[in-house]
């Protein structure tokens, strides 16, 4: 991240100076602590979004959408236009933005509940449609906002306070990987899966959502991301070893890369 | 002159909704209401609108919700099973405050029901089939001709208010062709929407939420609700009066029931009975006041419903206690006669004699 974010604070202090500013607060993030659990990775990918937001200039035209669950408070710290939608509709209501507003960049953040639970069908058919909007899909593997329940991503085995026993397959299915599933979609234009266990990966989530709204932008079509999140309060680790937990339990059953890019 | 057009219930609301300046439809199969859906798919891109078969009701009316937070004009429409999927929408369109149009072809329920006419969505039009405190304006037409006028009207106050509009049709209503009106397109001079998502250019970010997590803000945020719902009742409380002079038994019916109600007035006065026609015209807000000033000298009130007692709720809480009120009603998609109306009419009329 060494790209630089426009800080107002920064901007300020450097006057005019020939000082070179190489690192700080993107203008599209408001300057206020979060509400989320230490070594939660909801501040990270806010702030990465922020970050590719004014790289590309779009913040003037853009519309997010947050959804039900920890991310729902998204408007306390995007310092741009946002709306609320029920649990799971976030891809229906993108889908009435976009449509009446062709000109705005609308992307929807959904958490795995959200996104692979409550609201597949949604996700599935925008995705079928092919509709010009870029997905930020956070997938920490449980329900956070309501207590750490089984989500559709959840690991096999892994304890979650509706799973006391570790998820089974049998009787709770498999953990869903939704790039995967809509790839063959003629719709899907980029999906890619990042994690943040490590800044190098970050770096390629920001990557890869950068390439998203350009995608967007250049309209070819429908993006989607999912990063592996660390969720330590639910997953019972320290912030430390839920990075592990990413790369240890996480990636080997949700392969990180590019799974579809636009030809 | 104005040039009288053969139309269908539903084929005129699509019609309707396109003059009055809605260019987003998403809409979902269901019957009685078809004819919506494909009417709009044909009509929307000659406007330059836009049509959506969704994925599900609930996606529709989310599509709905989407394109009024970047303020467009749009609508949805379905029958009851239908309408029972989107009241999570349209609870959160109230909560979120946004103008949308939902218009419901009544169906026979519950459950599955039949694809028969009905009225047995009356507690859910006017009591929120949704959660929380909310209200939405509920029109009633009774003609194809009303279908058209509360049609067009019902995105001025969708946006008056940036609250939902229903329209409750049914079955009957949306298929038959009667003649009507059209009006002229609405010219552009919609109401200006400083509060929609447009990106944040020369202002600060806007948002659109339910959430408050703050209980006190919540409270204040429903006051502020509740202050609109009572401007609704104030300024929109609609109805229509038949023969309401020098009568002793007041018919309330509304819809298309109201217009066998009227045939059977009609022929009651004929032969001389004292008989009017009470019409609720929105059956939320309810004119209550009205239909106690009507009541005042007569005998009994009738209300006549394709339900099985909903709207006559209303009814007894108009007169509060201060006149007898009885019930007739058909359900499941049967439709009374006017002989049966005629018939229970000249029943109160003796037992009050």
Same mark, same amino acid.
């Given at each position: 991240?060494?790209?630089?974010?426009?800080?107002?604070?920064?901007?300020?202090?450097?006057?005019?100076?020939?000082?070179?500013?190489?690192?700080?607060?993107?203008?599209?993030?408001?300057?206020?602590?979060?509400?989320?659990?230490?070594?939660?990775?909801?501040?990270?990918?806010?702030?990465?979004?922020?970050?590719?937001?004014?790289?590309?200039?779009?913040?003037?035209?853009?519309?997010?959408?947050?959804?039900?669950?920890?991310?729902?408070?998204?408007?306390?710290?995007?310092?741009?236009?946002?709306?609320?939608?029920?649990?799971?509709?976030?891809?229906?209501?993108?889908?009435?933005?976009?449509?009446?507003?062709?000109?705005?960049?609308?992307?929807? *953040?959904?958490?795995? /509940?959200?996104?692979? +639970?409550?609201? %597949?069908? &949604?996700?599935?058919?925008? =995705?079928?449609?092919?509709?010009?909007?870029?997905?930020?899909?956070?997938?920490?593997?449980? *329900?956070?906002?309501? /207590?750490?329940?089984? +989500?559709?991503? %959840?690991? &096999?085995?892994?304890?979650? =306070?509706?799973?006391?026993?570790?998820?089974?397959?049998?009787?709770?299915?498999?953990?869903?990987?939704?790039?995967?599933?809509?790839?063959?979609?003629?719709? %899907?234009?980029?999906?890619?899966?990042? =994690?943040?266990?490590?800044?190098?990966?970050?770096?390629?989530?920001?990557?890869?959502?950068?390439?998203?709204?350009?995608?967007?932008?250049?309209?070819?079509?429908?993006?989607?991301?999912?990063?592996?999140?660390?969720?330590?309060?639910?997953?019972?680790?320290?912030?430390?070893?839920?990075?592990?937990?990413?790369?240890?339990?996480?990636?080997?059953?949700?392969?990180?890369?590019?799974?579809?890019?636009?030809? | 002159?104005?040039?009288?057009?053969?139309?269908?219930?539903?084929?005129?609301?699509?019609?309707?909704?396109?003059?009055?300046?809605?260019?987003?439809?998403?809409?979902?199969?269901?019957?009685?209401?078809?004819?919506?859906?494909?009417?709009?798919?044909?009509?929307?891109?000659?406007?330059?609108?836009?049509?959506?078969?969704?994925?599900?009701?609930?996606?529709?009316?989310?599509?709905?919700?989407?394109?009024?937070?970047?303020?467009?004009?749009?609508?949805?429409?379905?029958?009851?099973?239908?309408?029972?999927?989107?009241?999570?929408?349209?609870?959160?369109?109230?909560?979120?405050?946004?103008?949308?149009?939902?218009?419901?072809?009544?169906?026979?329920?519950?459950?599955?029901?039949?694809?028969?006419?009905?009225?047995?969505?009356?507690?859910?039009?006017?009591?929120?089939?949704?959660?929380?405190?909310?209200?939405?304006?509920?029109?009633?037409?009774?003609?194809?001709?009303?279908?058209?006028?509360?049609?067009?009207?019902?995105?001025?106050?969708?946006?008056?208010?940036?609250?939902?509009?229903?329209?409750?049709?049914?079955?009957?209503?949306?298929?038959?062709?009667?003649?009507?009106?059209?009006?002229?397109?609405?010219?552009?001079?919609?109401?200006?929407?400083?509060?929609?998502?447009?990106?944040?250019?020369?202002?600060?970010?806007?948002?659109?939420?339910?959430?408050?997590?703050?209980?006190?803000?919540?409270?204040?945020?429903?006051?502020?609700?509740?202050?609109?719902?009572?401007?609704?009742?104030?300024?929109?409380?609609?109805?229509?009066?038949?023969?309401?002079?020098?009568?002793?038994?007041?018919?309330?019916?509304?819809?298309?029931?109201?217009?066998?109600?009227?045939?059977?007035?009609?022929?009651?006065?004929?032969?001389?009975?004292?008989?009017?026609?009470?019409?609720?015209?929105?059956?939320?807000?309810?004119?209550?006041?009205?239909?106690?000033?009507?009541?005042?000298?007569?005998?009994?009130?009738?209300?006549?419903?394709?339900?099985?007692?909903?709207?006559?709720?209303?009814?007894?809480?108009?007169?509060?206690?201060?006149?007898?009120?009885?019930?007739?009603?058909?359900?499941?998609?049967?439709?009374?006669?006017?002989?049966?109306?005629?018939?229970?009419?000249?029943?109160?009329?003796?037992?009050?004699?």
């Amino acid at each position: 991240m060494m790209e630089k974010g426009k800080s107002r604070q920064t901007r300020e202090q450097s006057g005019s100076s020939a000082m070179r500013e190489v690192f700080g607060k993107p203008s599209s993030l408001k300057d206020v602590p979060t509400h989320f659990c230490s070594g939660c990775g909801h501040g990270i990918v806010h702030r990465i979004i922020a970050e590719v937001v004014d790289e590309l200039g779009i913040r003037e035209r853009l519309v997010g959408i947050s959804p039900v669950g920890c991310a729902v408070l998204g408007y306390e710290y995007w310092d741009f236009d946002v709306s609320e939608a029920a649990h799971g509709r976030t891809p229906a209501v993108a889908t009435g933005m976009k449509r009446a507003r062709p000109d705005l960049i609308i992307f929807t *953040y959904q958490g795995d /509940g959200d996104l692979a +639970a409550i609201g %597949t069908a &949604e996700l599935i058919h925008v =995705a079928n449609r092919g509709e010009n909007i870029t997905v930020i899909f956070v997938n920490n593997g449980v *329900y956070g906002m309501t /207590g750490g329940q089984m +989500a559709p991503t %959840t690991l &096999e085995g892994q304890i979650t =306070a509706t799973t006391p026993a570790g998820r089974t397959l049998e009787g709770c299915g498999a953990p869903l990987k939704i790039p995967e599933m809509i790839a063959p979609f003629p719709g %899907t234009k980029y999906l890619a899966r990042t =994690a943040l266990n490590n800044p190098k990966n970050i770096i390629t989530a920001k990557r890869s959502i950068k390439k998203a709204f350009q995608c967007q932008i250049d309209n070819i079509g429908f993006s989607l991301v999912e990063i592996l999140s660390p969720c330590p309060t639910y997953w019972r680790v320290s912030p430390l070893d839920a990075l592990k937990w990413i790369k240890e339990k996480m990636m080997p059953y949700f392969p990180l890369g590019e799974i579809k890019t636009p030809n | 002159m104005t040039k009288k057009v053969l139309m269908c219930g539903n084929d005129a609301m699509s019609e309707a909704a396109v003059r009055a300046g809605c260019r987003f439809y998403f809409g979902y199969p269901i019957t009685p209401q078809n004819e919506v859906a494909a009417y709009m798919s044909r009509r929307m891109p000659e406007v330059g609108g836009t049509f959506i078969q969704a994925e599900s009701e609930i996606a529709a009316i989310n599509m709905v919700f989407g394109a009024a937070a970047v303020g467009a004009r749009a609508m949805t429409s379905s029958s009851s099973p239908g309408i029972s999927l989107k009241q999570e929408g349209i609870s959160y369109l109230c909560g979120c405050e946004l103008p949308a149009v939902i218009a419901n072809v009544v169906r026979g329920g519950p459950g599955l029901g039949s694809i028969g006419p009905s009225q047995a969505d009356y507690f859910q039009a006017t009591r929120g089939g949704g959660h929380g405190d909310y209200r939405t304006i509920a029109l009633a037409p009774s003609t194809v001709q009303e279908v058209v006028d509360l049609t067009y009207i019902s995105f001025e106050l969708a946006d008056k208010y940036r609250n939902p509009v229903l329209i409750l049709s049914d079955g009957i209503l949306g298929q038959m062709m009667e003649p009507a009106v059209l009006p002229d397109f609405a010219d552009g001079d919609q109401p200006p929407k400083e509060w929609t998502l447009t990106g944040a250019k020369s202002r600060s970010p806007n948002v659109i939420r339910s959430l408050y997590l703050d209980v006190d803000l919540l409270e204040k945020f429903n006051f502020k609700l509740q202050e609109k719902f009572q401007q609704m009742e104030r300024e929109e409380t609609r109805f229509e009066e038949v023969n309401m002079s020098d009568t002793q038994v007041v018919v309330v019916a509304y819809g298309s029931v109201a217009r066998i109600c009227r045939s059977a007035v009609r022929r009651l006065r004929e032969a001389g009975e004292k008989v009017g026609l009470f019409r609720p015209i929105t059956v939320w807000p309810f004119p209550y006041e009205a239909l106690a000033r009507a009541a005042e000298k007569a005998r009994v009130l009738l209300a006549v419903e394709m339900s099985m007692g909903q709207m006559v709720e209303d009814v007894r809480l108009a007169v509060a206690g201060s006149k007898p009120v009885s019930f007739f009603g058909r359900v499941g998609g049967c439709v009374m006669t006017v002989e049966e109306v005629v018939r229970e009419v000249k029943k109160l009329l003796e037992e009050a004699a």
